[in-house]
């Protein structure tokens, strides 16, 4: 199967919609919403996240498959502070999942090159739910350490967020 990655534009809200919700039901801990928070945001909302990952400084990113083109998979890059990209939103649909299909890597390189060569980053940051050991084990075998920072998982207190880092050349 053949995948090429996109940028999500401004008119592609209603298809973010409908990513996000498969995301929610998918990976209930790898979001910091609900999926009956997220049914409950109207059209602005949606057109506003799209609006986001296009603004200065963001950039949303989806795999695609087939034609007319099916999103399998997600990842959002933003600066929240000069030299410093956070990755966010990552996902890929189950049946697209593993090494061999590629799509988590050609995700993660797309993302890695916005960051390096448009938003000038030194560094990007991420933070993972602690039990997700399958990202964990993804996002070290790509170069990325922990920075030993953590904070409480927004959708429940007593689990933790760890962050992790990879700096780039």
Do not use: C
């Amino acid at each position: 199967m053949t995948y090429r990655i996109e940028r999500i534009g401004l008119e592609d809200w209603e298809r973010l919609r409908e990513v996000r919700l498969a995301q929610l039901l998918d990976a209930p801990d790898a979001f910091l919403e609900t999926h009956e928070m997220a049914l409950a945001h109207d059209d602005a909302e949606w057109k506003d996240r799209a609006r986001r990952v296009n603004d200065p400084g963001s950039v949303g990113l989806v795999a695609v498959t087939g034609t007319p083109g099916e999103w399998v998979g997600t990842m959002v890059g933003f600066t929240p502070a000069p030299g410093t990209a956070l990755l966010l939103g990552v996902w890929v649909a189950p049946e697209h999942r593993g090494r061999g299909r590629g799509v988590t890597d050609a995700l993660l390189d797309a993302v890695l090159d916005w960051a390096r060569d448009e938003a000038g980053a030194q560094r990007v940051v991420l933070t993972v739910h602690e039990g997700n050991a399958r990202a964990i084990a993804y996002y070290r075998r790509r170069g990325f350490a922990f920075t030993g920072g953590e904070k409480p998982y927004a959708l429940d207190p007593a689990a933790r967020e760890l962050e992790m880092v990879l700096p780039l050349a």
